[in-house]
DNA sequence: CCAAAAGTGTTGTTTATACACCCATGT
DNA sequence: ACATGGGTGTATAAACAACACTTTTGG
């Protein structure tokens, strides 16, 4: 290997481009992403963002969903692209262009089939992280921000959620985000103006208490601008 | 030079990345934005948004800033990432990566120097722009959509002025991003309670009507969100 | 005195906020 | 019967939208 010659050749340098991918959900009442342990240097040992290189021929997008179904085998999430890091020391082996997206995982799929390659990943709640690997902790803030701004704007908050759910699993989902409580009469005249969910008729009975109905969005899978 | 070998060699394959910079500015009541014309294939002669290769040693801000300065001559004017596009057919030549950014020019700074390289430039109004080279139309179309989004929520406005201006520029402003009319009263009323400009104490008196109050931003340079 | 852009208030409507009690259920 | 979370209305304040005339200047 080390006496094999570099197959792949430029006229001009060329950087690395990754993708790296800021995963969200809602477990145990908190804001949590997934990390994974990373097992070569630098950072070894450390915990990174799930990502990767890109492969010649797939679109970036695709990279970050093959990243995320490689790291937790789910398909299928609401995936954006937050921002591209460029700086050109954020990694000491070569220049790496790192295309980082987020991603929000509905409450009811977090069964994690473990990676493949057997890495250990795991939740970390968002205010406890740990020290991150590389620039992974200011995409990680900016990957919250963005998500802080887009409860206010879209319709992205049902993304945390299964296809059927309550108002107060609605209601703290914004809460958890927030990091802070909401009037409850308030929040359920606000979000029935938006025109966004419809009652399905079912309900469900949980503890010892009057049972909940439960709503569905109207368009489901899109997430939408409002206000 | 063909028969030279290729001198940047890489274990795995590695896509060219290129900054490509939509240059808006307000000129002749329209909202205009720059292009360059093409001299090498693939679409030579045609038209394309100024940008070129990132260098190994630079930033990504800093390469869409140096791309700006060589072809305007314009230096420290507003610049923003927008959005990177990978799709992997993007370019015919090889894989290329493009970290696209925008940029605001005040309408006194519109004197642009020709490129060193001699590369025909030139100001096209936005809703009337010729075919553009690549994805180059959805890469400007995409920076529309975003001012015209920001011109709701920041101060992005501002930057399309010099540092004195009197209220009507500034309404003009929004309503040529916009293409609709605003009310004077109203909109006098919300910039006011924004609290963000202060009477000069300058006035102008342009043409055989009552003068007009200059005024300037409070924090002029920065770009903040407001709302 | 005329043309042109600058400047200025009031009213009605919509949207946001603050706030407390009854309801249906399981144990 | 009680504990638990589900569900509901009203009053006040703030933000927004519609709308027309007077002022100052140059020619």
Redesign the pocket.
């Known amino acids: 290997m080390p006496t094999q010659t570099k197959q792949f050749s430029y006229w001009h340098p060329h950087p690395a481009v990754t993708t790296d991918i800021v995963i969200f959900t809602i477990r145990e009442e908190k804001l949590q992403l997934l990390l994974i342990r990373r097992r070569n240097p630098p950072f070894q040992g450390g915990w990174a963002l799930p990502g990767g290189f890109l492969n010649m021929d797939e679109d970036l997008a695709d990279c970050a969903k093959r990243e995320l179904e490689e790291e937790t085998g789910i398909k299928n999430v609401y995936l954006e692209q937050l921002y591209t890091f460029g700086k050109h020391d954020r990694d000491p082996r070569e220049r790496v262009i790192s295309v980082a997206y987020y991603a929000l995982i509905p409450s009811d799929r977090l069964t994690l089939q473990p990676a493949s390659d057997a890495t250990d990943a795991g939740w970390f709640a968002y205010d406890e992280l740990p020290d991150l690997a590389f620039d992974h902790r200011e995409i990680a803030e900016q990957a919250h921000e963005r998500l802080v701004a887009k409860l206010d704007y879209s319709t992205i908050a049902f993304q945390f959620l299964p296809k059927q759910f ?4 609605l ?1 703290d989902v914004y809460e958890t985000i927030r990091s802070e409580p909401m ?4 929040f ?3 979000i ?2 938006r025109n966004l969910i419809e009652a399905t008729g079912n ?12 709503f569905r969005t109207k368009r489901p899978g899109r997430v939408e601008i409002i ?1």
Do not use: I, M
């Open positions: 309550t108002l107060s699993e209601q009037d409850k009469r308030n359920r005249k606000w029935v103006a309900e469900r009975r949980n503890g010892s208490h009057r049972p909940a109905q439960l206000r």
